[in-house]
């Protein structure tokens, strides 16, 4: 496999990683999503913060959410040190079962592309960790250890925030945390230095097919649309990035709004971005919570079983319009 962690020295950008001029990434503007403290017991106050920054930005960091700086550290590294191994490790340590752990350079579409993306990814199931590990690399040694305690402090602070937007929908303690978040993804993209930024793109414009997602990137390149605007949405510290995705839309009948985002790649430095996106199992049937439909707020989304949601998006390759179009009751 072609992956771009392995290439060596290339010095300008090949012909199939040359996005169209409309498609190139133009200049964003520089913006600080805001931070939200998660160390406070009052909960009505924090989804009501997170209701006001989603609701300009789509997007939220969070500081104190109980993922210690040094575990991120180390997580970073050891993921760092599975992207720099040779392609045949790689392969060969995610073939246990690629349906639970696999690899690839790109988008998983790849083969259908005209255009490649500017990344390496990999995505492992996660949750329960006895279920999935064994499925996981074992190389570099400590892969499994260090991956496995990221994970399950994600899982921990997952739950705590899923608990509070449950609560600050009305929809009691434990609806989100419970068969809508049973099956998370980690999903780990690498993207290396590119000669010329300007010409490709690290990961294509869309909203994630996500409950929601946390993101820990490294260093810049995540950018988001913000009315017909794309922002750059750089890291703090060990801040988490965290954003709904469309499960939760129809949930909360558009109450809580996917948002539109796409990666771009640097010249001088790799970035590697840690994605922990929380998903229901593929049978469970999504819908907007009963107790949020009433005549003011009247049903905007039709009963998707996640199965078929999933399908779709991927069909659509994440158009957004498509996915409306899809899921919405008022085809207009
Ligand atoms: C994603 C995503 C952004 C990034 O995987 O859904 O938006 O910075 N990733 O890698
Ligand atoms: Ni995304």
Known sequence: MNFLSNWEGVKS?????????????????????????FATNDRALLFQRILDVTQEFGFFQVINH???????????????????????????????????????????NSANEQTHFWRDSMSFNCH???????????????????????????????LELLDVISEGLKLGRGYLG??????????VHYYPPCPDPSLTLGLRQH???????????DVNGLQILKDGEWIAADPIDDALL???GYV??????????????RAMTNMNVSRQSLIYFVCPENDVTIEPAKCLINETNPLRYRTIKFEDFRGKYYSVLANKEEIMKYMSLNKT
Request: net charge neutral.
């Open 66 to 108: 109980g993922v210690s700086k040094k575990l991120i550290e180390e997580t970073v590294k050891t993921l760092k040190e599975f992207n720099s191994m040779s392609p045949e490790d790689k392969k060969r340590e995610c073939s246990k079962d690629p349906d639970y752990c696999k690899v690839y350079p790109g988008s998983q």
């Open 13 to 37: 950008v090949p012909k199939n990683y040359v996005f169209p001029p409309e498609k190139r990434p133009c200049v964003a503007v520089k913006k600080t999503i805001p931070v939200i403290d």
């Open 248 to 261: 939760l839309e129809v949930i909360s009948n558009g109450k809580l709004k996917a948002a539109e985002h």
């Open 207 to 217: 909203c994630d097919g996500s409950l929601i997602t946390i993101l820990f990137q």
């Open 128 to 158: 329960p960790l006895e279920k999935y590990i064994h499925f996981w690399p074992d190389k570099p040694p400590e892969f499994r250890e260090v991956v496995g305690e990221y994970c399950v402090a994600m899982r921990k602070f997952v």
């Open 242 to 244: 965290i954003n709904f």
């Open 178 to 187: 419970d068969e809508m978040s049973s099956n998370p993804t980690m999903l």
